[in-house]
């Protein structure tokens, strides 16, 4: 048991060290750049994985948090071009269209870094306090939880795009100059960018890692397989719910404000409908209520993404199409469910530990069912 | 235009929002309430029902053009055979393994939607498409000056009330429906009691499909109609359900109806996000006091 502990501290320690040392040099600026990018969104994965693996709540509206990060780090980088912009004067270019003369009162704050990235992980943390304080108080359960989540969504992005003078609309905030004085395309800032991100995904994992291995992640998980059983015990599962989905959506702002000056840009394509319910098929992908699942399944499925609309652009939705029926229908446990069930089978007839069942969550099978019928 | 007459045109117009609404949260309240299965493929059948109206109007143009005006007549059973055929194909091959883990159809359900969305895309082309209106539903009633009622939307009110009066009929007067509503109660005593559950299952669904499709067949009349037409409705529809609770078809009514003039009355003093955004604060609102909809299922039982 000990030993199986300090491997997995091992494997970790090995993969920091290859992704910090080892990928900066081997990788072209562009694929560095890439992995940066799905890198942060594995950040994401991890908040999901938290609420949807851990705890049993699928939301379908992570890319608002998401967006709320995104756009609170845009909104800084935008200032910070300042009078450099297109019509050289010290209002965003789509505001100086738009017909604004003044800097809304909301953008000001934004002119400091250290406030806009606090925010960008404060705000979606507030937010989904607030939104999850209203809904799990009225006991909104299973799927009714994850289709309001996907409302919020859809009204999420409609009202980017709706208030055009304020958010870029449909084009979203984009052309960026500088982060901090350094220049934003240049190969040193995009691989100092990449290092900060995996040093954040690393921090993000430790910490989720400690959540789920603490009784509190215990009780996440008890709620997961009973809630009402929880309830009956006295524990007031609506503020555990309320935490952990606050959690997350910081970790979601967090990869908001990581993803944008790697990639350059958001939009209100980020965060509506369709790449939220994507974000749970990462999870998915990877394994459910394993945290490093969750980092593999963002991996993956974003590289797949990019390899196929590199190559064969009309081919993705439907290999994502058919990616979503066959992890639901075939591979509920996902790709680290399959990995753990092999080196099981391989390890059983050798040795039998007395403790079988008192193994870590890591190894535990995923549950069938998350927030469904008991039957 | 006198103020009164403004606000019985709104008042009209939210009512066939309304209809539409209902006519696809129909089809969902069905699968969803009765069944427990979250099709998120729902939006893409409707679709399929304003494709196949699109099809058959050009068929029509091009070999029939004399007997145009009789097209829709025939386009509306049809788009409810072809989507109640792709939704019995869709639970046979996919739902059926699915049945009590609402969150897994979701997204496998999603699955298919993308599959066919993109399906569409490269049968008919990225943009959307036309289905023309035919001439006996072009005109205006003007019951009194001032008020204008578009044909169209009389017919689609009309429409839903004869689908919705339909539903009732088949669930609460005729042995199938019987069926379905015991299988819903109580699947394993329904089994002993010799009804096929499955097959049961396969119709139910189909119907619900089937109803999507005719709600297609309708929505291509309002505008023009593409890949996206099925995403556009698909998050109000599940609205609609969640706001009027699941298991019973007057909660889709109750739903569609409340967020439909809501929806309409918000939009006529703001915009038309802005009206979107205030529906969802009322209905997250409205969840605070009425958790489970307007019309909850009762369940005595706990996990």
Not at chain 1, 165 to 183: H, K, Q, W
Not at chain 1, 258 to 285: D, H, K, R, T, Y
Not at chain 2, 32 to 40: E, P
Request: aromatic letters at 12%.
């Amino acid at each position: 048991m000990k030993t199986r502990v300090a491997n997995e501290w091992l494997v970790f320690a090995v993969l920091l060290a290859v992704l910090l040392l080892a990928a900066p040099n081997a990788l072209s600026p562009f694929r560095l750049n890439l992995l940066g990018k799905f890198l942060a969104l594995a950040i994401l994965a991890l908040g999901i994985d938290l609420i949807w693996g851990y705890t049993g709540i699928l939301s379908l509206g992570h890319g608002v948090f998401f967006g709320l990060g995104g756009y609170c780090m845009a909104m800084y980088l935008k200032l910070a071009v300042g009078t450099a912009g297109t019509y050289m004067v010290a209002l965003p270019d789509f505001m100086v269209w738009n017909g604004l003369k003044a800097l809304p009162w909301f953008w000001k704050p934004m002119y400091h870094f250290w406030i806009a990235i606090p925010l960008a992980v404060l705000l979606p943390a507030l937010c989904g306090a607030i939104f999850g304080f209203l809904t799990f108080r009225s006991r909104v359960q299973g799927v009714y939880f994850s289709i309001i989540t996907q409302a919020m969504a859809l009204v999420a992005s409609l009202l980017l795009i709706g208030q055009q003078p304020y958010t870029g609309g449909t084009n979203g905030i984009t052309d960026f100059n500088d982060i901090l004085g350094f220049p934003i395309a240049a190969k040193k800032t995009q691989t100092g960018l990449y290092i900060v991100t995996v040093l954040c995904l690393a921090a993000c994992y430790v910490l989720c890692r400690w959540i789920v291995r603490s009784k509190f992640g215990r009780v996440l998980a008890a709620i997961r397989d009973a809630e009402n059983r929880v309830r009956f015990l006295a524990y007031d599962t609506v503020m555990f719910k309320v935490f952990v989905f606050s959690i997350s959506a910081a970790l979601a702002g967090l990869a908001g404000a990581l993803f944008v000056p790697q990639v350059g840009i958001i939009s209100p394509s980020n965060i509506g409908v369709v790449p939220s319910i994507e974000m749970a098929i990462w999870v998915a992908v990877g394994g459910r209520g394993t945290l490093s699942g969750a980092v593999l399944g963002a991996v993956l499925v974003n590289a797949a993404k990019s390899a196929f609309s590199e190559s064969f652009p009309d081919f993705w939705l439907y290999f994502l199409g058919l990616l979503f029926i066959g992890v639901v229908l075939f591979f509920p446990e996902g790709c680290v469910g399959i990995f753990l069930r092999a080196r099981e089978r391989f390890r059983r007839p050798a040795k039998k530990s007395p403790g079988a069942e008192l193994k870590s969550e890591m190894e535990k099978p995923v549950p069938q069912r998350a927030g469904g019928v008991s039957r | 235009m006198t103020p009164n007459t403004f606000l019985l045109g709104q008042t009209f117009n939210g009512l066939s929002y309304c209809s539409i609404l209902l006519l696809i949260s129909l089809g969902l309240a069905i699968t969803f309430g009765l069944m427990g299965v979250i099709n998120m493929a729902h939006g893409e059948l409707m679709m399929l029902g304003s494709y196949t109206a699109y099809v058959l109007q050009n068929i029509f143009l091009r070999h029939y053009s004399e007997h145009f005006s009789y097209y829709f007549a025939i386009a509306l059973p049809l788009a409810f055979v072809v989507a109640g055929a792709v939704g019995l194909l869709l639970e046979r091959s996919l739902i059926r393994f699915l049945y009590g883990r609402p969150l897994e159809t979701l997204l496998a359900t999603w699955g298919v939607s993308l599959i066919l969305q993109q399906l569409m895309r490269q049968i008919f082309g990225a943009n959307n498409v036309d289905v023309r209106s035919p001439a006996w539903l072009t005109g205006r009633w003007e019951p009194f000056p001032g008020l204008e009622l578009p044909h169209i939307r009389l017919f689609i009110i009309a429409f839903t009330a004869i689908c919705v009066l339909l539903m009732y009929a088949v669930l609460f007067r005729t042995t199938l429906g019987l069926k379905i509503r015991a299988v819903t109660q109580n699947r394993d005593m329904s089994a002993c009691l010799g009804i096929s559950t499955g097959k049961v299952d396969a119709y139910t669904f189909a119907i619900g499909s089937g109803l999507a499709g005719m709600a297609g067949c309708i929505i291509s009349l309002m505008g023009s109609v593409g890949p996206n037409t099925g995403q556009n409705y698909i998050v109000d529809a599940f609205m609609v359900v969640v706001l009027g609770g699941v298991g019973k078809l007057a909660g889709a009514i109750a739903g569609s109806f409340a967020i439909g003039e809501v929806n309409v009355l918000f939009e006529s003093f703001s915009t038309a996000t802005m009206g979107k955004v205030l529906v969802f604060t009322v209905v997250i609102l409205f969840l605070q006091w009425k958790p489970s909809g307007v019309f909850p299922s009762k369940v005595r039982s706990l996990d």
